[in-house]
């Protein structure tokens, strides 16, 4: 299949797939509020509430799959795909809030994982192959969209679930985790039915499909390279960092620090706000001057960043701690995704986005039941710690990884 030449000029298509974005991530970043109510009202054990997750992030990760090889042989369907992605997720809050049955959460958890991750490939891919001078800028404008959702989701979601009240101004009680569940399906269904009518040109910068053989031919490419294998297996060191840290903070603050809903949405919040904007000029600066350097100055100030919690456990050192953390802790993802696609043969940016993604989920897998199991016995200092050590082991493997500097 050939393509015609890329118009990188236009940023609607950027505009508009982060906003998507921005609303999958609210959907997403509601669990993480959701989760410890959702572990006390089933009286789940850390172990039990870590294999939740651990299942969502199976489901992630097999979900790659196929949305790396639809997203690269079916160019022009990526709105359909996008608008999957959406129903997957509606499905599962819809489970979630409905069937307080531990198997029926799992499946609730896994739907939401596949939807989650099915996004990526298609969405991703797309971008990198329009804009193919600006992949660094266009995929972490993408991120920053995931941000504001990140952002914006845990405090309306919390505060949706215990309510908020101030004073005599304002005076309300809440819907409860499992309402909330529910109503997390619509946002999804209308962003999906949004994308199908909004974004039809997705994909058209191809002139037509790749078969079978020569995606299968492209692929054992990617998989020969072994620059490419390094920067997926940064991309899944990054990502257990992440997830076991934010994962257990959430039952940090309900457990041991005892704040509500709303407040726990706040500092969850503050994780991510200042990434909104250091995400893009992170992007803007690989692209003049190269992803290692940016991978590496981030993935450093996180190892510190995440040993210093412990030391700020509570009060106003936590919140600057956090939102300082939030400056690297998800935007680096976008520009080891960019080196990733740096490397990539035109036509296979889908592929190349569901192998970093597969590798996020096969780590994410194993860290959060390690998570639990480390916490149950440590406590916070323990994912401190197991999550700080995860981050220098970045460091390293970011220093020996030869990641060429873009133009």
Partial sequence: MKKKESNDTGMGLVLGLSLGHGIKHFGQSALSVIGPFLKVSLNLSDVAYGAIFSASNVASGLSN??????????????AWFLALAMLSIAIGYFLLGTFKIYPIIILSVI???????????????????????????????????????????PPIVGGLISGIIIRS???????????VSVFMAVPMIITGLLVLVLFKSAG????????????????????KD????????????????????????????????????????????????????STPIMGILSDKYGRKVIIMIAMILMSIFLFLFLIFKTGIGLIVLMSLLGMFFFSVMPIITAATMDRVPEGSEGSGTALNFIGMS????????????????????????????????????????????VG
Avoid at 253 to 277: C, D, Q, R
Wanted: charge should be positive; proline fraction near 3%.
């Fill in 362 to 405: 096969v780590v994410g897998f194993l860290s959060p039941l390690f998570a639990g199991l480390i916490y149950s016995i440590y406590g916070f200092d323990g994912i401190s710690i197991m999550s700080g050590t995860i981050a220098v082991f970045g460091v390293v493997l970011c220093g020996f990884l030869p990641i060429k500097k």
């Fill in 169 to 179: 101004i304002i005076s309300f009680e809440g819907f409860g985790w499992e309402k």
């Fill in 111 to 153: 739907l939401m994982g596949f939807g989650q991750s099915f996004w990526h490939a298609p969405a991703f891919g797309t971008l990198a192959a329009r804009y193919p001078n600006k992949k660094g800028f266009a995929l972490s404008m993408h991120l920053t969209g995931a941000q504001i959702g990140n952002t914006i989701g």
């Fill in 65 to 78: 799959i196929p949305a790396g090889i639809f997203s690269d042989m079916y160019r022009k369907k990526i």
């Fill in 204 to 223: 058209s910068e191809a002139k037509g499909n790749w078969s079978f053989d020569e995606y299968k031919t492209r692929s054992k490419g990617l998989l």
């Fill in 226 to 277: 072994k620059i490419i294998l390094g920067l997926i297996l940064l991309g899944a060191v990054r990502a257990s960092a992440h997830s076991s840290f934010l994962l257990f903070l959430a039952v940090y603050l309900k457990e041991v620090l005892n704040y509500s809903a709303f407040i726990i949405g706040f500092h969850i919040a503050l994780i991510t706000a200042a990434g909104i904007i």
